[in-house]
């Protein structure tokens, strides 16, 4: 399993991001969310740790569903690929920090779920998640074309069907 975790900016004049995740299983997808963010992120890594958030909400479910079915074998089953080191940082360490005092304390769930190991997340150069991403969904035939929009950007685009513009 192979759940990949983003942020895209959206069209409108609200600067609030959209928070976006994908699950493949066995080379296929099975889930997929992308949604707005509810608030403005003052940086990239509070925009990043809130996507995280609901990328780890999934992979625990999905988690246990594969439980449920008892498809125990499932490699990596809990890991999480994300291109923002400072998203991954912020999650692994729990010490105070002055610059992310301000995050809502809902988002420091993903800090439970790493220090239980629900969760593991792993950088991913966003050049490897895009390709890999853009790769999946356009065997598919989901993301093909070319209107100057390239990767996860492009498949989230074309998942939301610029319904937030």
């Known amino acids: 399993m192979e759940l990949y975790c983003d942020t895209v900016w959206a069209d409108g004049g609200d600067q609030k991001l959209i928070s976006a995740y994908i699950v493949l299983l066995a080379g296929g997808t099975i889930s997929w969310r992308a949604k707005k963010q509810s608030t403005v992120a003052s940086s990239s890594i509070e925009a990043e740790y809130m996507a ?15 439980s449920e079915l008892e498809q125990t074998t499932i490699g990596n089953a809990n890991i999480i690929f994300e291109d923002n080191q400072g998203a ?4 692994y360490n729990p010490e105070y920090h002055a610059s992310t005092k ?14 239980n190991g629900k969760v593991k997340l792993d950088y991913c150069l966003t050049a490897n998640m895009v390709g890999r991403c853009t790769h999946e969904t356009s065997v598919k035939g989901q993301a093909s074309g070319n209107d100057g929009e390239n990767g996860f950007g492009r498949i989230i685009d074309r998942m939301t069907n610029k319904v937030f513009s």
């Open 88 to 91: 991954i940082a912020l999650a």
């Open 52 to 66: 995280v958030l609901e990328a780890t909400k999934e992979s625990i479910w999905v988690q246990r569903l594969l």
């Open 102 to 115: 301000h995050i809502d304390i809902q988002y420091h769930f993903i800090r439970d779920c790493v220090e």
